[in-house]
């Protein structure tokens, strides 16, 4: 973010505060009275001039708003000779605006820097050759060639080629998918180790992630108008304000009173019960809770957000890439007539020079166990299919079941049994006689499992896995976590089906995912959280929020944290409206010292800004929580077929 004074509400705090900082020791030394009038114009001028347009504004719209009201007291305080006073309400006021602008800009940039927003192109094949073309003008019927590591720019079919996609940030699916002649490609997919001819078949407009995109617009526009608690009650509250002073003035006068008196306990009455301390008896615990957010890893986008986490009493987690991680490791390692040290060196030096995301699992595996990996010759990319290399004289061949002899049962076994626990085989053969299967799963982030625990010690019910995978991986990935509801084979338009179910219910519906698929359903919850190292841009733009680092154990701590703010807000409030009662109560049956009303209101407000603030220092650590599972009891799986392999 570039300098918080590039912001203009910064500034022109600022620049209040600077004057209200000369006038405050001019006023004191005896200073002229010019000068002490021309710094406190400039502290009224640079303070309220924005609030007052924006109050005009509101006026012009038959709406009373707060920041006019603001001015106003503070305009009436300088009237009866309380210049001090009304530049302080200005200045509080206008540091106020200045910390939410500040915090939210600053969020606000910290989440624009994930986005990549540059525009898509293909490579166009016609009969002048090939072109670099947008994306966008493609039409129905063009032809893109598609090289390794490229984006399919369009929804289409394959002409000519064969290679593993990567649809991961589309369907949720941890693992990158064969494609061929005649199979059906999605526009945002990644392209793996082959190249591939691909004929569009739908408009740009109208593609898979346009329309994911489409449902995104229609969600957010059910948020769009969310307020601050406050501001949906700032409105009655200023007209009524206003309605008092104009009574306090107008009636005494009908029956024959003093006007200067009256005048005084009019203004009196209109400072004292000015909504400065109402107004920001919430605002510096929200914005606390933001920064301390922000330090623990979690950027939120604005003050309202953190509203609705602490009212959360519904969690709907997407499972790749959020509670796993999103990408395949080894689970077992099944020899074949050779050990399974060895079976792990033969794939591990076979994958060598492979990009595959089951390559680098093999070799990570390798690594991690201490095998001694040989060298490789003649590596060669199978697409579709796996890879091949010669390894200590042998010729090695690593990758999908399909290159399995359909007579050799007791391999065809062994991939059938990892198969039906959700896992992903993957064959070794040597000089073409199966030496190994190894089982390949994505698995949970460290803690996954006790996040769950305290997620439903913090919301008093348990959290829901709605995932796009198949059933088997999904259940048991739920089994691990917990996890008694689990939903599995859902579109976008399923997950977000879900949530407003739950919301018609009543509920507070918490959303965290990761990929486009997810994009829907986190415009949907009342509050969405994009977890940040594998969200696309339109999940971050849909979300409220980001997980930046650890998104798992950021949860149960985040949502106390807004429930502690929201605690301390509604402390202050108590406490700002008893203080206004007292004074308001004492102007009207009794003779309150304009002094003593101002210093009571000011120093209500210093006191629930600085209340607020509390939530900058952590709280104390609370004992640990079990991380055993709750008993699966429940588990809701729709039946399907197993998710693809490589």
């Not at 986008?301 to 790749?320: H, M, R």
Request: charged share 20%; net charge negative.
């Amino acid at each position: 973010m570039p300098s918080p004074f590039a912001l203009s509400e910064v500034r022109w705090a600022a620049l209040s505060l600077a004057g209200f900082a000369l006038a405050v020791p001019a006023d004191l030394l005896g200073a002229p009275a010019v000068v002490v009038a021309v710094t406190y114009a400039v502290c009224y001028l640079a303070g309220g001039w924005e609030p007052a347009l924006e109050g005009l504004r509101a006026l012009r719209e038959r709406r009373l708003d707060v920041d006019l009201l603001m001015v106003v007291a503070a305009v009436a305080a300088a009237a009866i000779g309380q210049y001090f006073d009304g530049g302080l309400l200005i200045v509080i006021f206008a540091t106020s605006g200045a910390l939410e602008a500040v915090m939210t800009a600053r969020t606000r940039a910290s989440i624009e820097a994930l986005l990549d927003l540059e525009p898509e192109s293909a490579t166009l094949v016609d009969a002048a050759g090939e072109r670099r073309v947008a994306a966008a003008d493609l039409a129905v019927g063009d032809e893109v060639l598609v090289r390794p590591g490229e984006r399919i720019p369009g929804d289409g079919s394959v002409l000519s080629g064969a290679s593993d996609v990567d649809t991961a940030g589309l369907t949720g699916e941890p693992l990158p998918v064969a494609v061929g002649p005649g199979d059906t490609v999605h526009a945002g997919t990644v392209n793996g180790t082959g190249t591939l001819r691909v004929r569009v078949e739908r408009d740009p407009t109208a593609t898979v992630v346009a329309g994911i995109a489409a449902q995104v617009r229609q969600a957010t526009e059910t948020k769009a108008g969310r307020q601050l608690a406050i501001e949906r009650i700032e409105q009655r509250y200023s007209t009524a304000v206003v309605v008092g002073a104009v009574a306090l003035l107008a009636v005494p006068l009908l029956f024959g009173a003093a006007f200067e008196p009256t005048l005084l306990r009019a203004m009196t009455f209109m400072i004292v019960a000015s909504p400065c301390a109402v107004v920001l008896a919430t605002m510096p615990p929200l914005l606390a809770a933001i920064a301390a957010a922000g330090r623990r890893g979690v950027l939120v986008k604005d003050a309202t957000v953190v509203e609705a986490l602490a009212a959360v009493d519904a969690v709907a987690l997407d499972k790749t890439g959020t509670v796993t991680r999103g990408r395949p490791e080894v689970v077992a390692v099944e020899p074949l007539g050779q050990p399974a040290e060895r079976v792990l060196a033969l794939a591990a030096a076979a994958e060598q020079g492979s990009e595959h995301a089951l390559g680098r699992a093999v070799r990570t595996a390798a690594g991690r166990r201490g095998v001694a990996v040989p060298e490789a010759r003649a590596f060669a990319a199978l697409p579709g299919v796996g890879v091949r290399a010669m390894v200590d004289g042998a010729d090695v061949r690593v990758g999908r079941p399909a290159l399995l002899d359909h007579v050799d049962a007791g391999a065809r076994a062994v991939v059938d049994r990892h198969e039906a626990e959700g896992r992903t085989a993957v064959v070794v053969l040597a000089d073409g006689r199966p030496v190994g299967v190894l089982a390949m799963a994505d698995g949970l982030r460290p803690g996954a499992a006790a996040t769950v625990a305290e997620l439903e010690r913090v919301i008093g019910r348990a959290p829901v896995l709605l995932t796009g995978d198949a059933p088997a991986p999904a259940a048991a990935v739920a089994a691990e976590l917990g996890v008694a509801d689990v939903r599995a084979e859902l579109l976008p338009a399923d997950k977000s089906a879900a949530v407003r179910e739950w919301q018609r219910e009543g509920r507070t519906v918490l959303a965290v995912g990761d990929g486009i698929n997810d994009a829907p359903l986190l415009a949907t919850a009342d509050a969405g959280l994009a977890v940040g190292e594998g969200a696309g841009a339109l999940s971050v733009q849909a979300s409220d929020g980001v997980l930046m680092r650890d998104p798992m154990a950021s949860l149960a701590p985040l949502l106390e944290l807004a429930r502690r703010a929201r605690r301390v807000s509604r402390a202050n409030l108590a406490f700002a409206c008893a203080v206004i009662v007292v004074l308001v109560g004492w102007d009207l049956f009794g003779t309150l010292p304009l002094a003593l009303g101002v210093a009571g209101h000011e120093l209500s407000t210093v006191l629930v800004c600085l209340n607020g603030l509390r939530l900058l220092v952590p709280p104390r650590r609370a004992a640990p929580v079990s991380a055993a599972p709750v008993p699966l009891e429940r588990a809701a799986v729709r039946a399907g077929a197993a998710g693809p392999g490589r």
